[in-house]
T-cell receptor, first 113, second 116 residues
Framework: KQEVTQIPAALSVPEGENLVLNCSFT??????LQWFRQDPGKGLTSLLL?????REQTSGRLNASLDKSSGRSTLYIAASQPGDSATYLC????????????FGKGTHLIIQP | DAGVIQSPRHEVTEMGQEVTLRCKPI?????LFWYRQTMMRGLELLIY????????DSGMPEDRFSAKMPNASFSTLKIQPSEPRDSAVYFC??????????????FGPGTRLLVL
């Protein structure tokens, strides 16, 4: 059964710093990996989706990389801003319907002004 | 577009009562998903529909839970009878199509359920 781990569970950094969030998964046979953002009391917002054949995806100050063979993904946030404060979740899709979509528990990020 | 709409936003009920959660997906989206989020278990996919047909309900915890999608613009998740351990935030999401995880999903704001 696929397991997704996100470390650290919480992170606090000063505004302006570049930072990296980590996601690891146990079964490398995945179709894609997504990074989501969740603000308090709200639903998830999809940030980036990386297909298994891709190495990375970029959107603005965000860059997500995928190393399928080692079971790892990173989300790089450049020049962090207080508005980036949120919980970031990664999810891997291994196919096979509902059981094939597995979420990590997230990294709670605080950007200090 | 208004995005995915869920109602109610908050629900407090007593053990044994029936609870019905509602969802309106984004117009034109063919897939709809119901999730449950708790501190202990994180985010779990309960069931998803494609073109109003339930595709996979293997995530539904037990027979007390049921979901329907009578048309392309409306879905319900029902818990009967409810139990305190059902307390969680329930999210609905929709996507253009495909199986769970194949395409970007758009989430609603969630229904925060508390069963006393």
């Amino acid at each position: 059964k696929q397991e997704v781990t996100q470390i650290p569970a919480a992170l606090s950094v000063p505004e302006g710093e570049n930072l990296v969030l980590n996601c690891s998964f146990t079964d490398s046979a995945i179709y894609n990996l997504q990074w989501f953002r969740q603000d308090p009391g709200k639903g998830l917002t999809s940030l980036l989706l990386i297909q298994s054949s891709q190495r990375e995806q970029t959107s603005g100050r965000l860059n997500a990389s995928l190393d399928k063979s080692s079971g790892r993904s990173t989300l790089y946030i450049a020049a962090s801003q207080p508005g980036d404060s949120a919980t970031y979740l990664c999810a891997v899709y291994s196919g096979g319907g509902a059981d094939g979509l597995t979420f990590g528990k997230g990294t709670h990020l605080i950007i200090q002004p | 577009d208004a995005g995915v709409i869920q109602s109610p936003r908050h629900e407090v009920t007593e053990m044994g009562q029936e609870v019905t959660l509602r969802c309106k997906p984004i117009s034109g989206h063919n897939s709809l998903f119901w999730y449950r989020q708790t501190m202990m278990r994180g985010l779990e996919l309960l069931i998803y529909f494609n073109n109003n047909v339930p595709i996979d309900d293997s995530g539904m915890p037990e027979d007390r839970f049921s979901a329907k999608m009578p048309n392309a613009s409306f879905s319900t998740l029902k818990i009967q009878p409810s139990e305190p351990r059902d307390s969680a935030v329930y999210f609905c999401a929709s996507s253009l199509g495909g199986l769970a995880g194949e395409e970007t999903q758009y989430f609603g704001p969630g229904t925060r359920l508390l069963v006393l």
